[in-house]
Nanobody
Framework: QVQLVESGGGLVQPGDSLRLSCVAS????????MGWFRQAPGKEREFVSA??????YYADSVKGRFTISRDNAKNTVYLQMNRLEPDDTAVYYC????????????????????WGQGTQVTVSS
């Protein structure tokens, strides 16, 4: 059974940093496309970042502040979030798919096969 489990969320102040982790289990994910979405209260889920092999993709709102990476030996994908802002407050979801290229994730998120349960990130002073 495939599972994605996120961790690392929390309450931080504006300007602080957090690193989210997502551990995948059930099979090897080294060839999967993986990434992150988020959903703020009252808003639709939105794309944050994706990684396909060594290629990385970011939403404009996080570009230059967030960095996605992966450790295939640990079946883990990370999201390093720096200079956090109140608008970054949301539940962050890890996602994975065997075939959908990360470049397509922003437009075709409904086709992504696997999702985690989410981790809350709150940025507030």
């Amino acid at each position: 059974q495939v599972q994605l489990v996120e961790s690392g969320g929390g309450l931080v102040q504006p300007g602080d940093s957090l690193r989210l982790s997502c551990v995948a289990s059930g099979r090897t994910f080294s060839s999967d496309h993986m990434g992150w979405f988020r959903q703020a209260p009252g808003k639709e889920r939105e794309f944050v970042s994706a990684i396909t092999w060594t290629y990385t993709y970011y939403a404009d709102s996080v570009k230059g502040r967030f960095t996605i990476s992966r450790d295939n030996a640990k079946n883990t994908v990370y999201l390093q979030m720096n200079r956090l802002e109140p608008d970054d407050t949301a539940v962050y979801y890890c996602a994975a798919d065997r075939t959908l290229h990360g470049l397509c994730w922003q437009r075709r998120s409904n086709e992504i096969a696997y999702w985690g349960q989410g981790t809350q990130v709150t940025v507030s002073s």
